[in-house]
């Protein structure tokens, strides 16, 4: 499901089907009686696009089947690359792609991600972040993970997997 039509020709040669909707109206209308259900939602940069994301989540649950799997992906608003552009240079930077899309309606750290995926129902029961120690990647960048309590600042991505019970 997305709302944007121009994945749909990429994204019909690698699915079973694609749908074109918005997802800030997930809940309305009968969407849930064309679409069926799964063992298995992905949400990978999608949630932090939305007007409330909570509550797409808990709609979304609605097709996820007893047992089954929401993995989300969101980037980490804790992010050194934050500290230095918001606080150093006193901006918020909107840009195309990336931590500071333009498209952002919301903004999550660790804990923001695994509170609402817990709002909503689910168990959360892995966590994984994706580090890079400069705000572009570099060769070194694994080595981020070894940086005990501040190693969250360094984290420009969090990942979580969780069940519904």
């Not at 994204?11 to 997930?26: P, Y």
């Amino acid at each position: 499901i997305d709302a944007n039509p121009d994945y749909r020709v990429d994204a019909e040669q690698r699915l079973d089907r694609f749908i074109v909707h918005d997802l800030n109206d997930a809940a309305s209308g009968n969407l849930v009686r064309h679409i069926g259900t799964f063992d298995c939602i992905i949400a990978a940069d999608v949630l932090e696009h939305l007007v409330d994301p909570l509550s797409t989540l808990d709609w979304l649950l609605t097709v996820l089947r007893p047992g089954g799997f929401v993995v989300v992906s969101l980037p980490n608003v804790r992010y050194l690359g934050v500290v230095l552009s918001v606080f150093l240079r006193g901006s918020w930077p909107r840009e195309e792609v990336g931590l500071f899309d333009a498209t952002h309606l919301r903004w999550f750290t660790q804990a923001d991600m695994t509170n609402m995926l817990s709002d909503a129902g689910l168990e959360v029961e892995l966590v994984h972040q994706l580090f890079r120690l400069k705000t572009s990647m570099t060769k070194h960048d694994h080595l981020a993970r070894y940086l005990g309590p501040l190693r969250e600042f360094f984290s420009y991505q969090n990942l979580a997997r969780a069940r519904k019970m």
